[in-house]
């Protein structure tokens, strides 16, 4: 663990540097707002190489990482099987807008693993929001129908009709919204709150034929890691069913995390269609959708809606995602995963009690979250009575004793099986202290 008397995260004075430089061209010098430090302060430390659980910094400090490149870094980071993998893949060709045989190989893999794809198809795509988004107009075009409902908080990516109520990213930069987005591509786009089945109802009957799709993160992933409540899952798929509408699991940020089958295998729930990313792409940007036959055979060129992309199963995506589910399956490691992440929330939970600071956590799998409020986290709401500026402060104490955070009280946390039990005894040391000077 870094000493924290030689080294200040937010202050490194090549990172500073970098940070600089790149604000000249970039806008607020980040590629993907979630990076800024602007909700914690400072500035982001710029990483020149990670392995395993670790980052090391261009100030040449090593941080133990819960970030794990916001979930895809389940193996941890430079698997060297995967590296080898995409290597191999790279000297054949970088990409070639054709058919190989990889993609095949892939995509049965994928079908043969998420129950919701077991007697479908998927179509693989570049990331997450892709994904989504290509789920949303397959539900349109599948239904006839428009509106969609998505839950309070809920982040599905930045297409215009899902930045409503979108956590996260929108929710640490305070953007309830965002601009650019016009009023007709929201209006019909409908918000319940998480983990109500009442309102979900209530919606679903005031727009009774009118609803093409339920999107929903099975488990809350973008306002901090929010589990379902008992039979909430369960109830969306009898309404969804009931009222005709497409049931999506947004599993972008659980798939193969959470367990090998996503959520869906975890709590026993089977949507119509699911979404993937992260994980799926072994840590190159790849996503995919699938789920019933029924559906996406109307997906082009079967069907009538269009959805296409140049680098879709490219072959470096494509070996990295293949290998990264081969390793899942023959290693099995959820269990491990399970009982390290339980350990650290215990540890977390355990020094915050003893130091009477209020905070919620909860984990599924190795996906964990902590919320700096004395009211049990149930949504998104719960979510925002957190104390925002006591966790700026507990952000910098973690980073100046070499823990490294997403900065941002309304992001998950993530463990990969490079985190052994000796790195969760670091980290819990040093939350220990942190909460103290808290």
Known sequence: MTDPSTFDGRAGARSLELFERASQHIPGGVNSPV???SSVGGQPPFIRRAHGCTLETEDGASLIDYVCTWGPALLGHGRLEVVEAVCTAARNGLSFGACAAAEGEFAALICATVPSMRDGMVRLVNSGTEATMSALRLARGFTGKNKIIKCDGGYH?????????????????????????????????????????????????????DVAAIIVEPIAGNMGCIPPAPGYLEALRTLATEHEAVLIFDEVMTGFRVALGGAQERF??????????????????????????????????????????TLSGNP????????????????????????????????????SASHDIPAQLAH???????????RPVANYDDAKTSDLERFSRWHAGMLERGVYLAPSQFEAGFLSTAHDEGTIECTVAAAAQVFENL
């Open 35 to 37: 990076r800024a430090f």
């Open 157 to 209: 990516g930045h297409a215009d009709l899902l930045l409503v109520a979108a956590g996260s990213g929108a929710a640490t930069l305070g953007i309830p919204g965002s601009a650019g987005v016009p009023e007709g591509a929201v209006r019909d786009t409908l918000t319940v709150p998480f983990n109500d089945v009442a309102a979900m109802a209530e919606v679903l009957a005031a727009h009774r034929g």
């Open 268 to 309: 026993g729930v089977t949507p119509d269609l699911t979404c993937l990313g992260k994980i799926v792409g072994g840590g190159l940007p790849v996503g995919a959708y699938g789920g019933r036959r029924d559906i996406m055979s109307t997906v082009a060129p079967l069907g009538p809606v269009y959805q296409a992309g």
């Open 316 to 351: 470096l995506g494509v070996a990295a995602g293949l290998k990264t589910l081969q390793i899942l399956i023959e290693e099995d490691p959820y269990d491990a995963l399970e009982q390290r992440t339980a350990a650290l929330v215990k540890g977390l939970q355990d020094a």
């Open 364 to 374: 599924v799998g190795p996906m964990f979250g902590l919320f700096f409020t004395a």
